[in-house]
Each structure stands twice: as C-alpha cells, then as structure tokens.
C-alpha cells in the first residue's frame, strides 16, 4: 500500500525567504519519488524524479534530496518568490506503474 | 503540439445519470491516470492503465469504470452509483516505467445536481 503524506499543509512567506516541504512515504519497495508543481488554473507540471537513496536534484533556486530507507524527501526553495506560489506535490511510483500522491502543500508567498 | 485533452472542461449532470469524461494523448504514452481532486485534498488515484487493454483499480474506484481500448485514450465513466461525484477530473500520462514523469490534462469538473 503507498500511503504518501506531505507536511507542513500550508505555508505562508515572505519574499526572500528559504522554505522546505517534507514529504513521507513507505521505505519497503521503492521505486521513484515524484515532485511536482500545480500553479493555479494550470495543470500540474514534474520538477524531479527520484529514485536513489542520497539523491540530489536542483532546479534554479530549487532542490530536492531523498532518503529511501527512512522514506522521506525534503523540497528546498531558496529565496522564496511570489512566482514560487503553488502547490507542491509529491508522489510515489509504485509496482505496475501506479502514481499515488500526497495531499500537497500549499505555499503563498508575499511581496 | 503533443499532450493530453480533456473535455469538456466543465460537465454538469442530474443525479443518477452516468457520465463519460473523455481523455485523448498524443504522446505515445503507454501508462494513463485518472484522478480526483476535492476542495481541500489532494490527488486521489480512481484508476490506472499501463498498457492497452489492460487497467488496475486505484484507491478509490467504487462507482467509476474505465476501458483502454486504444493508446491514445482512456475514458472514465463515472456512474450513479458513484455517491459523490462533484469533482475535478485530471487524466494523465507517462510513458511507464519508474524514471518517467506524469504529464497532465487540463482537467474536467464534474458538477452533479
């Protein structure tokens, strides 16, 4: 069973600010750690896919590291902006191709 | 340009009548997704397909069937036995296997009155 839970549920910064979301899924049989971005009246859209324990991603000013045996991943933004205002997904692949994700975290940032 | 389309972008329907919700990809994608999205939640897996002909039940398929009988399409048929049915569709596609990611549709909301 994939159970994926992602914490805080909301999050409100200021401009500027380093944020983090954290994402928890089961340890036994893991495939890949998917995150994505949803801005509002778009469609979700991939920023990483994970699948070794230790790996690091970035994208500009955002990063992700992944923790297979203790099954967490943490999403990093550095200098928050207002454009960085969505929210974050995270999902797990499990067997048979199945994607199961997280409630999400919604993140606001203020100018 | 590839993608995925849903249509319509918004259904309204009378209680206990079924309702076809329509996913087309031009992506050459092997594996399809159907999810539901309710005010508050997250992404909740209905159904999934890895290959043509084939579909699994996700975590919440009580009251919806689906069929893959091309590769380009996987329609969702949210019946009357579905209780509550009010909500945002969103298909999506991947071309299988663990490294790939998931490209969405635009998403249809369902409204049932």
Redesign the interface.
Known sequence: ILNVE?SPQSLHVQEGDSTNFTCSFPSSNF??L?W?RWETAK????LF?M?LNGDEKKKGRISATLNTKEGYSYLYIKGSQPEDSATY?C?Q?GY?????????TILRVKS | DGGITQSPKYLFRKEGQNVTLSCEQNLNH??M?W?RQDPG?????IY?S?IVNDF?K??IAEGYSVSREKKESFPLTVTSAQKNPTAFY?C?S?R????????????TRLTVV
């Not at chain 2, 299988?96 to 998403?107: H, K, L, N, P």
């Open positions: 992602q495939y890949a998917h994505y469609s979700p859209e991939a896919v699948t997904l999902a692949r048979g191709n199945k994607l199961v994700f997280g409630a999400g | 092997d594996a997704y999810y939640q997250g992404l909740r897996l999934y890895q699994q996700g975590d969103l999506a991947s299988g296997g663990v490294y790939t990611e998931a490209f969405f549709g635009q998403g």
